[in-house]
């Protein structure tokens, strides 16, 4: 079997808990508004088999010491359904931990997918049905399924908002997560990640408009107190 991986990368600290190898998958058929990976979105050159993304993962087994283990990201890693199951069966010989970041948004199968996550780190998008159409070009009413299909396996979420100026950033919209996160039912974590820049060059050089080129950064001052705020409602 085989799939269609952007890249792989070691020593990641910032996808799940503990020391991690994070692998990017290929295609996503949302189109975010601030996507860091647009050269993510289509599916490309299918390059590696399951085998061998195994062993890839296996090489640095070492590293994860107890907290860590392996991402999967993207892209969207559910709409690689079939491959992904048969990646995660192999993993679990191994009691490899592992953690699915995710819009929810894929082609089905969840439960089958999701009986081998240990953990999902979840990106919300925007709260309600407007402002997840503005962000992502999607019905918000599509990431349902996943989610009821998480909560009946009672899986543990780390919940991710992009705060983006004069879309997420004011307190009503941080009133209104607070309320909708209690759709979750385990949550562990909540994390706030200032809307930035950084992948402009890419859209540049993909000759695709950047959606946001007139928007400035997030303040990182403004989305820590908004955080807080958030943490004491
Ligand atoms: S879900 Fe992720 S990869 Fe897909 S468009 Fe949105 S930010 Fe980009």
Redesign the pocket.
Known sequence: MKSSVASIETFSTVDGPGIRTTVFFNE?H???IY?H?PE??NKGKVNITDNELVEKILNNKEYFGEDGGVTFS???PLLQNEFLISVCKKLKKHNIHIALDT?GIGIGNYENILKYIDLIIF?VKHTNKEGYKLI?KANIDKVDEFINVANKLNKKFWIRQVIVPGITDSIDYIKELKEYIKIFKNVLKVEFLPFHKMGEEKYFKLGIVTPLKDVAEMDKEKCEKLYNIFLNL
Do not use: F, P, Q, Y
Request: aromatic letters at 8%; proline letters at 0%.
């Open positions: 996503c949302l189109r975010c996507c990976n993510m979105w993207g892209g969207e819009a990106d992502t």
